[in-house]
């Protein structure tokens, strides 16, 4: 069973690192703290520089293009490694420049679970509902937030590459102070 889950998990990291194109030639690790070099490929899209650390296999600075998302930053710092919590990782979010992407073990996902299960000020913020990753049907237990207001978050954020503060929830048509001061403890980014 363990076998085929890690030889599935390597098939999907394999077929995404292809899909997305990524080689070592359009992912350039940064070791020395100075600014990559820009390369032809480079002039073709704007670069951004991530982050990826934890449990990878090499941990470092990368830089992929503006739309890429957080597998192929994975795939270029190696993969996972063993004791990696691949599920604790939204693979499929896009990446955005100066990010840290960090890959937790699975001891430390299991001590995060076990806290979080616990009762009380730390569930209340994962309550939340996060601005930059509430599904349609989240966004719509907001009060003042039905189902078109809800389309115009995640257009908003698929457009403009999430919200940096819960305040940026008012630059949505219709969502101004009065239902932000209601919504406001209960949205998170």
């Not at 390597?10 to 600014?35: N, R, V, Y």
């Not at 990696?84 to 990010?99: H, L, P, T, Y």
């Not at 001891?107 to 309550?127: I, L, N, P």
């Amino acid at each position: 069973m363990y076998r085929a889950k890690k030889l599935c998990m390597t098939g999907i990291l394999l077929l995404a690192f292809c899909a997305a194109g990524c080689t070592q030639k359009s992912g350039m690790q940064i070791k020395d703290g100075s600014e990559p070099r820009k390369t032809e490929e480079a002039s073709e899209k704007e670069k951004i520089c991530v982050y990826v650390c934890g449990s990878v296999k090499k941990p470092g600075v990368y830089e992929l293009p503006e739309d890429a998302r957080i597998v192929s930053a994975i795939a270029l710092a190696g993969g996972f490694t063993k004791d990696a919590s691949a599920e604790d990782v939204n693979q499929a979010e896009r990446i955005k420049d100066g990010q840290q992407i960090y890959v937790p073990s699975k001891k430390e996902a299991g001590k995060k679970r076990d806290t979080s299960s616990q009762t009380g000020v730390s569930g209340a913020q994962d309550k939340r509902v996060n601005l930059n990753s509430a599904s349609r049907e989240e966004l719509m237990t907001l009060t003042g937030i039905g189902e078109a207001k809800a389309s115009d978050i995640i257009s908003y954020r698929e457009e403009n590459g999430g919200f940096e503060k819960p305040e940026d929830i008012m630059k949505i048509r219709g969502i101004k102070q009065g239902i932000y001061r209601k919504i406001k403890d209960m949205i998170t980014v």
